[in-house]
């Protein structure tokens, strides 16, 4: 039997631009847009500037720019910090179950279609395809949504960046298999990051990146990688989801589906995907019930397995208290009863330790039902001094395929995200770029883009 990733490979090096449904195309430009937006929003944050550093320590090839920074850097490197900034903010859209992919594959087709000069119409492409591919592999898996613990984002999200960068590149077939199965071999990240809320969580981001460009530019000068990465003895399903997956999954419509839209969640809020059905429940019952924080007594929230585990545990001191934040149930609860709507700066230390929150933070109960099988549903009950009780059954959040956002509501997200940055754009930059983003089929050259982001 052939493995379905020589499947996978053969349809992702053929697929070509006037293969994707226009949906396919409309929402590939706004996850670009949406990208941009966090990545301008968080280029600066705890972490970022580092990997800006060491890129300039590396030196090398100036091929691809990081970003507001204004640097020049080789490809992979390029991609790495871009990645970083866009996921440092936790803003970023991501895909059922846990899977982070445009902060990885959107700078990874900006580094590498710098590099090359790619079309707008091959920035798409890649993106589209890229993303496909890795939605098939991990949607199929029977090993539980946390993967025992494995990050998906590190662990499938190199098959889509790979992916991205070998069509760019114009892979053949057998380039392409060669570039996922090298790809495999950098597949890692554990969870443990979301849960003690430390920095590596968005170098996860960077090293899917870097690695997937990588792997393509190896596969493209001749290395090859393992034949069965996904069915073989020590392939992708045996490792990671205990051999038990669906076949037909994989391989149903491919080339004529892109999985993307349908997995795909936009977020309102700055916070993991964990935290927002949660977070939508408090806030419907505090802006239905006028709930003031001065006469709440006790709040429960009850959540699945996954978002227990990932973010339930109680706010206390982590290794960075704004990444505690945004992977923390009873933090962004908190802040709606206390403050209403969340935004950017309510996940700055500023907010985060201000003594309202702080004195609130203990009313907020964090349970666990197991029998709650996604991320994305809870009950929220909010008990008044009074002793009356409000409840609030939460399912999936906006911005998620089956709530989903509009053209419009990515558009004044990205508003907000380039107005809260600490380097703010010039307004005819901003609408530059939302004419070239939402018009990107007709774009020459990635770096007609690329230049309005440089510094």
């Not at 430009?29 to 300039?56: H, M, N, Y």
């Not at 990874?108 to 119409?121: D, H, I, P, Q, Y």
């Not at 089929?441 to 230049?451: A, G």
């Amino acid at each position: 039997m052939v493995d379905l990733i020589k499947t996978l490979a053969e349809n992702a090096a053929k697929i070509q631009f006037n293969d994707l449904p226009p949906d396919v195309v409309e929402f590939s430009k706004l996850c670009i847009l949406d990208s941009i937006g966090v990545l301008v929003a968080g280029f600066d944050s705890l972490g970022c500037r580092t990997a800006v550093e060491l890129a300039k320590e590396w030196g090398g090839k100036p091929e691809s720019t990081i970003l507001r920074y204004g640097v020049k850097a080789p490809c992979p490197a390029a991609a790495f910090a871009n990645s970083i900034f866009a996921r440092a903010l936790d803003f970023d859209s991501a895909a059922r179950p846990g899977l982070h992919l445009n902060a990885s594959t959107i700078p990874t087709a900006f580094a590498v279609g710098e590099m090359l000069g790619s079309s707008g119409k091959e920035v798409i492409t890649s993106i589209a395809v890229g993303e496909d591919l890795a939605l098939r592999i991990n949607r199929t898996t029977n090993y539980g949504i946390t993967y025992g613990g494995f990050d998906p984002t590190g662990i499938c999200g190199v098959f889509a960046t790979a992916t991205v960068a070998g069509k760019l590149l114009e892979s053949n077939e057998e380039e392409m298999h060669n570039a996922l199965g090298i790809a495999f071999n950098r597949a890692a990240g554990s969870f443990q990051n979301n849960v003690d809320g430390c920095l590596a969580i968005r170098y996860v981001q960077g090293f899917t990146a870097s690695s997937g460009i990588i792997s393509a530019i190896l596969a493209k000068k001749g290395v090859t990688g393992p034949v069965n990465v996904l069915e073989g003895v020590y392939g992708y399903y045996n490792l990671f989801s205990r051999g038990k997956y669906d076949r037909s999954a994989v391989l149903e419509k491919l080339g004529k589906e892109f999985l993307a839209p349908r997995y795909t969640i936009f977020k309102r809020w700055p916070s993991c995907g964990a935290t927002l059905s949660p977070i939508d429940g408090a806030l419907e019952l505090k802006e239905e019930y006028k709930i003031s924080a001065e006469d709440v007594n006790e709040v429960v929230v009850i959540v699945g397995p996954y978002a227990y585990n990932l973010a339930g545990q109680p706010f206390k001191d982590a290794a960075d208290p704004k990444v505690k934040s945004q992977f923390n149930v009873q933090y962004g609860v908190a802040n709606v009863l206390v403050r209403g709507r969340p935004k950017l700066e309510h996940y700055t230390e500023k907010y985060i330790f201000d003594a309202k929150i702080q004195n609130f933070l203990p009313k907020v109960k964090v349970v666990e039902d197991k029998s709650i099988d996604t991320e994305f549903k809870a009950e929220v009950h909010v008990k008044l001094k009074s002793g009356k009780i409000y409840r609030k059954l939460c399912g999936p959040p906006k911005g998620h395929p089956e709530n989903p956002i509009t053209r419009e509501d990515v558009i004044v997200k990205f508003h907000g995200c380039v107005g809260f940055s600490s380097k703010p754009l010039f307004d005819t930059t901003i609408k530059d770029i939302l004419e070239k983003v939402l018009n990107l089929e007709k774009v020459d050259n990635i770096k007609e883009i690329i230049s309005l982001l440089y510094e």
